[in-house]
């Protein structure tokens, strides 16, 4: 299978607390998006980080990508109770297609 | 903003009845997906479409069938409904040459 795979599954922490999720690939990349879903905004794309860049910044977001290592990494910082929701790293395959795993439930905690 | 709309937020059919899922957006974006999503699965791709009256097969489209007549509208049919399909099912759009994709709320469809 080609698809990704997200660590941790699940993720509880407090807010205000940093949360990081990461993924691992298994295929050369043209770039890796995150997106993120929950009840109230349903799936929603975050950040791209293409191939060649290693790190990539959006407000609280932080992704780093390490081609070498076929993984990526998500920071939220100064975690919030909106951001309660599933995250989900998809690798763009070289063929042009998205490969989605099943995601890392992250709860904050008021 | 980019708005794609999905005719139901939730359906409820019989096994083997003809079920029709619309998708519609505004942004004359050419390349539509649609996808369907179950716990621990992830999405998986069923049909995609490039352009009018043009469609792909994606990873899962045993049972599916797709339409595009008009460029903002893609259709997802199942032509006899399976216990099996119960999902939910999502619609994504996105321009040409732009790689990040563009969803709807989602149809979550219970096929009993």
């Known amino acids: 299978s080609q698809q990704g795979e997200e660590d941790p599954q699940a993720l509880s922490i407090q807010e205000g607390e940093n949360a990081t999720m990461n993924c691992s690939y298994k295929t050369s990349i043209n770039n890796l998006q995150w997106y993120r879903q929950n009840s109230g905004r349903g799936l929603v794309h975050l950040i791209l980080i293409r191939s060649n860049e290693r790190e990539k910044h959006s407000g609280r977001l932080r992704v780093t990508l390490d081609t070498s290592k076929k993984s990526s990494s998500l920071l939220i910082t100064a975690s919030r109770a909106a951001d309660t929701a599933s995250y989900f790293c998809?690798?763009?395959?070289?063929?042009?297609?998205?490969?989605w795993g099943a995601g890392t439930k992250l709860i904050i905690k008021p | 903003d980019v708005k794609v709309t999905q005719s139901s937020r939730y359906l409820v059919k019989r096994t083997g009845e003809k079920v029709f899922l619309e998708c519609v957006q505004d942004m004359d974006h050419e390349n539509m997906f649609w996808y369907r999503q179950d716990p621990g699965l992830g999405l998986r791709l069923i049909y995609f479409?490039?352009?009018?009256?043009?469609?792909e097969k994606g990873d899962i489209p045993e049972g599916y069938s797709v339409s595009r007549e008009k460029k903002e509208r893609f259709s997802l049919i199942l032509e006899s409904a399976s216990t099996n399909q119960t999902s939910m099912y999502l619609c994504a759009s996105t321009p040409g040459g732009v790689d990040t994709q563009y969803f709807g709320p989602g149809t979550r469809l219970t096929v009993l």
């Open positions: 479409s490039y352009d009018v009256k043009m469609k």
């Open positions: 998809v690798p763009m395959d070289s063929n042009y297609q998205l490969i």
